[in-house]
């Protein structure tokens, strides 16, 4: 399929997520290079298309709608499903948000294509989309898309954004189309807020988790306090946030609970099953604190420290802080 002057078909990007929006248009960018196409962008305010063509896309496209930047997914399905419609779209980046991977599906659906959920690299080769996927808990398996448009899910710090500032390529304008918001096939009829941290994993630049090395919960004010040191999060292994209930099941990182990329991830008295590492094994730099030279989550670590997390964690947790402070 080609698009406008003989090109192949565009890549075309879209995140409720501003940040991870920013992320999809490098890798957007690297694919469309390789495909010989155009970059787009979706958005539904005005103003983050403007930035998403300062940013690098060729074409930026939002919609109005009434409804504000952040419409629900099945406003998205709709605007995606126009635009699949109405232009030449070989390749369709969603950002692998709760939002974007329900919108992703519905419109995966019907426009009755695959869709590739939470891919870690994606490559264009002989016109078709080549993904690596996590499958399994531990395994890397590498698909090819060939149908059209090829549509994926990118999760949040896969990729850096491109650089900020400059004026619009070419002094072109944003696009701005009007959307008829299809009739809501569900009434909401109550919402009760749900007993959580209100954490946002996937902005944390460090997170600090405990497993069950930590022997009782009033202890976890001692992880804490590195957390604290760190300037990061403090998240836990499924036994401590399931079974014994010390910490909200939002905090819970590993294969039944979120999956994160910081730049830090300090493993406080955690093993290493699979189940968790599978959660975490992306983070930038891995630190683990461990009794047992034999645990898993050492060969995860960049850097570890074979000691009692009783000892090991203040003592680190005040070497960060003289550090800040000097001497």
């Known amino acids: 399929m080609t698009g406008e002057g003989g090109g192949a078909a565009g890549v075309w990007v879209f995140s409720e997520r501003h940040e991870l929006a920013l992320e999809l248009l490098s890798v957007g960018r690297h694919l469309a290079d390789q495909r010989g196409g ?3 962008a979706v958005a539904f305010d005005s ?7 300062a940013r690098g896309a060729d074409r930026s496209l939002a919609f109005e709608t009434g409804l504000g930047a952040d419409p629900t997914p099945d406003v998205a399905v709709a605007a995606l499903a126009s635009v699949v419609a109405g232009e030449e779209v070989g390749i369709l980046l969603i950002g692998a948000t709760a ?10 659906q019907r426009l009755r294509v695959g869709c590739a959920s939470d891919c870690l690299s994606l490559a264009a080769s ?10 399994l808990g531990r395994f890397v398996t590498r698909q090819r898309l060939a149908a059209t448009p090829a549509i994926a899910t990118v999760p949040p710090r896969r990729f850096d954004p491109p650089p900020g500032g400059g004026a619009v390529a070419g002094g072109a304008e944003v696009e701005v189309r009007a959307l008829e918001v299809p009739p809501r ?3 909401v009829v109550e919402t009760r807020p749900r007993a959580i941290s209100q954490v946002a994993l996937g902005e944390a630049e460090a997170l600090v988790a405990v497993g069950r090395g930590l022997r009782r919960q009033e202890d976890l004010d001692l992880v804490r306090d590195l957390a604290d040191a760190v300037g990061g999060v403090l998240v836990a292994t499924r036994p401590l946030t399931d079974e014994l209930k010390w910490l909200p099941v939002d905090v819970k990182v590993g294969l039944s609970g979120q999956t994160v990329t910081p730049e ?16 975490m094994r992306e983070s930038r730099l891995v630190v683990a604190v461990n009794t047992d030279p034999e645990a898993p989550i050492l060969r995860e670590a960049d850097l570890f420290v074979v000691g009692d997390l009783y000892e090991v964690v203040p003592a680190l947790a005040r070497a960060i802080r003289c550090q800040r402070v000097g001497p």
């Open 126 to 135: 002989d016109g078709a989309l080549v993904v690596e996927r996590r499958c």
């Open 185 to 187: 096939r569900v009434r």
């Open 47 to 53: 103003a983050r298309a403007a930035e998403y063509r």
């Open 264 to 279: 830090l991830y300090i493993a406080c008295g955690v093993s290493g099953q699979i189940e968790h590492v599978v959660g």
């Open 38 to 40: 155009r970059l787009a």
């Open 99 to 108: 939002y974007g991977t329900e919108a992703a599906a519905r419109l995966a």
